[in-house]
């Protein structure tokens, strides 16, 4: 009879193990999307505001400005798209122990801005 006990828990160890890595994959395709979808809005985020430069008939120093901020959209689109989870986990890591504070502001700021969109923006 304890033996049989002892075969339950280890059928049921089991099977909560199968649910939890069956669980992980699904976490992690859905992640692998939301990054595609993120990539993909960054580069069009970039198209939009050279294009919007350019039918504005924008002066040269605010096309540059325009194209360098399409530069840096583009760059952290290149960055999602080559690097892991576990790779940016590492980046964060080394930033955060190099640079503490400026990670603080940086976490602050987000934070802020985050909490905005989410608002709507609005101060009610």
């Given at each position: 009879m304890?033996?049989?006990?002892?075969?339950?828990?280890?059928?049921?160890?089991e099977e909560a193990n199968r649910e939890l890595r069956e669980f992980g994959?699904?976490?992690?395709?859905?992640?692998d999307e939301a990054k595609k979808e993120v990539v993909a809005r960054l580069f069009d985020?970039?198209?939009?505001?050279?294009?919007?430069?350019?039918?504005?008939n924008a002066s040269k120093?605010?096309?540059?400005?325009?194209?360098?901020?399409?530069k840096g959209l583009e760059k952290a689109a290149h960055y999602l798209k080559r690097r892991s989870?576990?790779?940016?986990?590492?980046?964060?890591?080394?930033v955060v122990k190099r640079r503490p504070m400026r990670a603080?502001?940086?976490?602050?700021?987000t934070g802020i801005v985050i909490g905005m969109i989410l608002r709507g923006g609005s101060r009610d």
């Open positions: 304890a033996e049989n006990g002892h075969k339950n828990v280890d059928e049921l160890r994959r699904e976490v992690r395709s859905k992640a985020a970039a198209d939009t505001i050279r294009r919007e430069a350019r039918e504005a120093d605010a096309e540059q400005a325009a194209d360098n901020v399409a989870y576990e790779d940016m986990g590492d980046d964060v890591e080394r603080l502001g940086i976490a602050l700021v």
